[in-house]
């Protein structure tokens, strides 16, 4: 059957704080699986949302399909077991940036070096929201927190970074409020086989208000982000005359119609190369030098190990001499007793 969002969305109360960035993207997420649903042929019980501890946590009450609301940091072994026991399953990972990078850190970074065909979204809003305000792994240095009253004095991960380090194929990022890209990231990592990260810089407008005003606000965010595009030129700006070049081998903001540079000076995307030295300067990029890269950064191809498990099943099964528990009971050496 054709689906449309409202199908996805439970009855049950959104009980997210108002004005939280995960409401958008809870919206994108509805708004992706019915056009997931189309492209892949996914009836609405093949979908399974799997979540840890935290607000973001709460996303599987609100979505009318499967889940599994598990315990603090485990969201990822949760969704590598389900992948691999049915690998028929659609499994959709819903966890906090302290839920996954601190106590789930070594299940994150394990499930990404192994390539499980799982959806991770990490919310990330650089602070632990549930617990009323610590600081985080991605909070950044010298932030002011319930733990840090005179600023941090730990250096923030790059969820990007951590990725590309356990070997990642699939990487994304977006703001909350970028329904459009989000529902299109969403969409893209479902048809990616293995684990696709999508990293949602969200808001907590409690105890991290305008974490990432810095270049999300809406009056400057056009010429402080960009959006990248597999097979498109890396252009931003309000004006569009904003683009980023290579200077030898570091990125270079420059201005289209300036010093004689055209489009055809720009880089172009390309999410699907496997050397990860491009997709690396795009994670790191940081404004006020940069723009901060938005969207699918990297999409590769490679054996999944959900793939490998089931393949390696068959090729036992197939030269196995005991087909069944009386062929293995009585294999051997046996004796009988009376």
Not at 73 to 79: C, F, K, L
Not at 221 to 228: G, P, V
Not at 249 to 262: A, C, Y
Not at 287 to 295: E, R, T
Request: net charge neutral.
């Amino acid at each position: 059957m054709k689906y449309t969002a409202q199908d996805f969305k439970s009855n049950q109360e959104v009980r997210w704080c108002p004005g939280c960035g995960d409401h958008a993207v809870l919206a994108a997420l509805t708004r992706a699986f019915p056009e997931i649903s189309e492209q892949l042929n996914y009836d609405k019980e093949r979908y399974v949302i799997v979540s840890g501890i935290g607000c973001s946590s709460r996303l599987p009450y609100y979505v009318n399909t499967y889940g599994f609301h598990s315990i603090h940091g485990r969201a990822t072994a949760i969704s590598t077991g389900i992948k691999v026991a049915n690998p028929d399953i659609t499994v959709w990972q819903a966890c906090g940036d302290g839920d996954a990078l601190a106590i789930g850190g070594n299940h994150f970074i394990h499930a990404i070096r192994r390539n499980i065909d799982i959806n991770i979204i990490l919310f990330n809003n650089q602070i632990y929201g549930l617990t009323k305000g610590q600081y985080s792994p991605t909070s950044k240095l010298g932030a002011i927190t319930k733990t840090s009253p005179y600023g941090t004095v730990e250096h923030p991960f790059s969820p990007g970074m951590l990725v590309l380090g356990a070997r990642g194929t699939f990487f994304a990022r977006s703001l909350d409020t970028e329904l459009k890209l989000n529902q299109e990231i969403f969409v893209e990592a479902a048809n990616h086989d293995g684990t696709s990260v999508c990293e949602m810089l969200t808001n907590c407008v409690i105890f991290n208000d305008g974490a990432h005003a810095g270049f999300a606000n809406k009056e400057e965010k056009e010429d402080r982000t960009i959006t990248l595009r597999d097979g498109q030129k890396m252009i931003f700006g309000k004006n569009r005359n904003k683009g980023l070049m290579l200077a030898g081998r570091k990125l270079v903001v420059v201005e289209i119609g300036k010093n004689g540079i055209t489009e055809t000076d720009l880089l172009t995307h390309h999410s699907d190369t496997v050397d990860s030295g491009i997709h690396s300067m795009l994670i790191n990029m940081k404004y006020p030098d940069f723009p901060v890269a938005l969207g699918v950064i990297r999409n590769v191809k490679d054996k999944t190990y959900d793939d490998n498990v089931h393949a390696q099943l068959l090729e036992v099964k197939s030269k196995a001499t005991i087909h069944s528990m009386d062929e293995l009971l009585n294999s051997g050496s046996t004796w009988e007793v009376k």
